[in-house]
T-cell receptor
Framework: EPEVTQTPSHQVTQMGQEVILRCVPI?????FYWYRQILGQKVEFLVS????????KSEIFDDQFSVERPDGSNFTLKIRSTKLEDSAMYFC????????????FGPGTRLTVL | AQSVAQPEDQVNVAEGNPLTVKCTYS??????LFWYVQYPNRGLQFLLK??????LVKGSYGFEAEFNKSQTSFHLKKPSALVSDSALYFC????????????FGRGTQLTVWP
């Protein structure tokens, strides 16, 4: 069964450093998402991506964040200058088509900012 | 503002007993409703969804959920709980747009004891 994969599973970085989180969505999917979950809190939407551009972003997704689909398989989230409060589990998700199709989630990357 | 509430942080049931995990929402329009499950160190796994039609939807692993429009609820149920059902359960809502942004509840930890 196809699944969303994410690398690395755990990333530790120093405050102010740049990090790139990587995701490989399900191959025939068209919509891609990033969510995050700060420890003990709810899963929060960051951004959605369709047709090679951002389709929606939340207030969390400020200028420090960017997303890219550099080739036909990868989908990345970059945080330019990490802050302590960026420490969280980051989930990538993909969906086949619009409307009511199901989003499938990857296993997550745990980001720890020291 | 869109919101999803899971009023119970924890639900404990004995194996073989029925279980209910509650979810209510406040979302404009005709939303799509989802349940996901998260096992330790794993990503979010899709369980079931309600789009339209019959208010009772059936999903994976014997789970079902009942949509109640007047009460804006979407409670997850299972007639006979298993120890292996112990996990963290998330209710999520899509506003019904093509973009697919999900709003999540805080999650409910289900523990089924033998």
């Amino acid at each position: 069964e196809p699944e969303v994969t994410q690398t690395p599973s755990h990333q530790v970085t120093q405050m102010g450093q740049e990090v790139i989180l990587r995701c490989v969505p399900i191959s025939n999917h068209l919509y891609f998402y990033w969510y995050r979950q700060i420890l003990g809190q709810k899963v929060e939407f960051l951004v959605s991506f369709y047709n090679n551009e951002i389709s929606e972003k939340s207030e969390i997704f400020d200028d420090q964040f960017s997303v890219e689909r550099p080739d036909g398989s990868n989908f990345t989230l970059k945080i330019r200058s990490t802050k302590l409060e960026d420490s969280a589990m980051y989930f990538c998700a993909s969906r086949g088509t619009g409307g009511a199709d199901t989003q499938y989630f990857g296993p997550g990357t745990r980001l720890t900012v020291l | 503002a869109q919101s999803v509430a899971q009023p119970e942080d924890q639900v404990n049931v004995a194996e073989g007993n029925p279980l209910t995990v509650k979810c209510t929402y406040s979302v404009s329009g005709n939303p799509y409703l989802f349940w996901y499950v998260q096992y330790p160190n794993r990503g979010l796994q899709f369980l079931l969804k309600y789009i339209t039609g019959d208010n009772l939807v059936k999903g994976s692993y014997g789970f079902e959920a009942e949509f109640n429009k007047s009460q804006t609820s979407f409670h997850l149920k299972k007639p006979s709980a298993l120890v292996s059902d112990s996990a963290l359960y998330f209710c999520a809502v899509d506003r019904g747009s093509t973009l697919g942004r999900l709003y999540f509840g805080r999650g409910t930890q289900l523990t089924v004891w033998p």
